[in-house]
């Protein structure tokens, strides 16, 4: 009985043993599995943080490529004459340089919902708003898509434009319209000494809208010459001219000078007192003011040799009028000094044709 009993209980230590190697074999292979577990879950759980898709999406930003940021980036309203190329390059300038950063956006970022905000040089340029996937990721993680990117207003300026008529201005490559036009009809300086005359074309002003950058503006009249465009910085204004034509000025330039130059010479005393009267029209009452000049309190002199003789300044304002900066220089020998003093006449002289041949119709003293 007692050999039996023995049997009894070596039998059951030895059920107990391999019970309890069978439950350690077990435990460890579950504690292995939910380790695994574990580090698998958190490996998905790493690799679906909105923040790691968001340094993706900071690659864009960080190449300071313009180009592509407007690729994704929700679209910006830019004026009637700023291009997509101007404002591409313009962005490009702006964030050239910059330290680019991003951080949560305040009041709005939620796990649920992450917004981010995109900074150059720590001031505020974008908006990047995440949203999850249809799909997900093991364990019904979310993946992540950009939901949105929204450029940030930044300053731009508002410009205004007054030019001719008759002058084609183009901003930024785009030809200013009527669909610009403010106002029509300005008189400009001109019309004061030719419209007895004859009729020439007024200032138009155009609202440009507003830009980011600087616009480039170019203008050409009816002659296809470019002309001279200049900047008003307290009206935030452009102002376009009439511009030249090489081919009167060619034509007219011994004419113009030689006119300019016998009005020096009347005025000196040099020219008799009808000389001038074949460059003026008929009755004009420019021509009778120059006339009643007192010419005989004229200082004593020889007569002057006149120098220097050009024109630096030709506007074209119609086939039928111009105007030409003319400055020349008489040489006169005074008998009271016993000196050759220097004279300058520059003028700005307006002409006009009368019958097929060029009048003075005003001069601007």
């Known amino acids: 009985m007692k050999t039996l009993e023995k049997k009894k209980g070596r039998g059951y230590w030895i059920f107990l043993l391999g019970w309890s190697v069978l439950l350690t074999v077990v435990m460890a292979a579950a504690l292995i599995w939910f380790y695994g577990f574990l580090k698998d879950y958190q490996r998905v759980f790493d690799e679906t943080r909105p923040l790691l898709y968001q ?40 964030l050239s340089g910059k330290s680019i950063d991003f951080g949560t956006k305040a009041g709005e970022h939620i796990e649920e919902r992450p917004v981010y905000v995109i900074t150059a040089d720590e001031t505020p340029f974008a908006v990047v708003r995440l949203k999850k996937k249809s799909e997900t990721a093991s364990y019904g993680l979310p993946l992540w898509e950009t939901g949105s990117i929204e450029l940030l207003p930044m300053t731009t300026k508002e410009y205004e434009l007054v030019a001719p008529s008759a002058v084609t201005v183009t901003v930024n490559g785009i030809t200013v319209t009527e669909d610009a036009l403010e106002e029509s009809g300005i008189r400009g300086t001109a019309e004061e000494y030719l419209e007895a005359y004859t009729q020439i074309p007024s200032y138009s002003q155009y609202d440009l809208g507003q830009f980011y950058g600087e616009p480039e503006i170019y203008g050409t009249n009816e002659a296809g010459e470019p002309v001279d465009i200049s900047y008003d910085e307290k009206e935030h204004c452009y102002r376009a001219d009439f511009g030249g034509n090489e081919i009167l000025k060619e034509e007219v330039e011994d004419y113009v000078i030689q006119a300019v130059t016998d009005y020096a010479m009347y005025v000196s005393n ?11 029209p008929a009755g004009s009452k420019l021509l ?5 000049n007192q010419r005989q309190w004229y200082d004593d002199h020889r007569r002057p040799e006149v120098k220097n003789q050009k024109i630096t300044e030709f506007t074209v304002y119609s086939e039928d009028a111009f105007s030409a900066q003319v400055y020349l220089e008489q040489h006169m020998y005074v008998d009271f000094s016993k000196n050759t003093e220097v004279v300058v006449t520059d003028l700005h002289v307006y002409f006009v044709k009368i019958d097929g041949a060029w009048k003075v119709a005003g001069i601007a003293f």
Do not use: C, H, W
Request: glycine share 4%.
């Open 55 to 94: 340094n993706k999406v900071m690659e864009i930003f960080t190449a300071r490529d313009a180009e592509q940021i407007l690729e994704q980036a929700e679209p910006v309203e830019l004026g009637p004459f700023e291009s997509r190329e101007n404002y591409i390059s313009f962005l490009n300038d702006y």
């Open 288 to 292: 009778m003011g120059i006339k009643s």
């Open 270 to 280: 040099d020219m008799a007192y009808n000389s001038l009267d074949k460059y003026f």
